[in-house]
């Protein structure tokens, strides 16, 4: 199948909630050293194991089952301890392309109980709201499939994973298990030529739009109370 460019057109949607602009690749002011109260940071580790959690997509198994895989394309994640200010890591592979990878982040230890979360791609991540109880992230409205016709555009495989609620801070790596944020469809065009007007006969089809009566890109809200989107 020809590769082409996918472009979705968005319809724009109104903001829900307020958003406090806090993100992964965001400085932080610096503090008066001598009148900043004392930060306690930690280090914890995290690994992810299952083969359908990331991010492109293999050949299909002969029964409509697509394996996934982290890529190169996956270097950094974004993670939060109970939602406090989100820090980004970065995420190892045994190989370019593997069903595993683990990651670790450095946290400011607010106290027990910790729950842990984590959101891939980091370009997707806006950042948390100001109640902690959402993360605002973005799904491309413009996405380019990858040249192997397998994959979607690995910036719209947005991923998200909360660990268990932990008493203590854990001593061993966590295994985040990843959903799918997002659905992906696979749109196989026939006939196109047929379809164009006699003045465009002959002519080469380079884009496609394809425009739906409902939001399928733009940002959203991933509610961590309730899991709603």
């Known amino acids: 199948m020809a590769s082409m460019k996918n472009v ?4 724009a ?11 992964c690749n965001m400085e932080q002011p610096a503090e008066d050293a001598a009148n900043a109260p004392k930060r306690n940071f930690v280090r914890v580790d995290f690994t992810t194991s299952q083969d359908e959690t990331k991010a492109a997509f293999g050949e299909a198994d002969g029964l409509g089952y697509y394996p996934a895989f982290w890529t190169a394309a996956d270097t ?3 993670m939060s301890m109970n939602m406090g200010s989100p820090v980004e890591g970065n995420i190892n592979k045994p190989s370019e392309i593997s069903k595993s990878a683990t990651f670790s982040g450095d946290f400011e230890d607010e106290g027990a ?3 842990f979360y984590a959101l891939t791609p980091i370009s997707a991540v806006n950042g948390i709201s100001e109640s902690r ?9 413009t996405q380019t499939p990858k040249a192997d016709g397998l994959s979607c555009d690995e ?6 994973a909360e660990s268990e609620l932990f008493y203590e801070l854990p001593t061993e790596p966590i295994n985040m298990k990843f959903k799918h944020v997002a659905s992906y469809c696979r749109l196989t065009l026939k006939n196109i030529a047929a379809a164009l007007p006699a003045e465009a006969a002959g002519a080469v089809v380079r884009t496609v739009d394809v425009t739906y009566s409902v939001p399928v890109a733009g940002n959203w809200y991933i509610n961590v109370v309730d899991g709603s989107l």
């Open 133 to 141: 109880e959402a993360w605002s992230v973005s799904i491309p409205a």
């Open 113 to 115: 109980p910790y729950k």
């Open 155 to 160: 910036s719209a495989m947005l991923l998200y």
């Open 76 to 78: 950094k994640v974004c």
């Open 8 to 11: 979705i057109k968005f319809l």
């Open 13 to 23: 949607m109104t903001a829900m909630a307020s958003f406090a602009l806090v993100s």
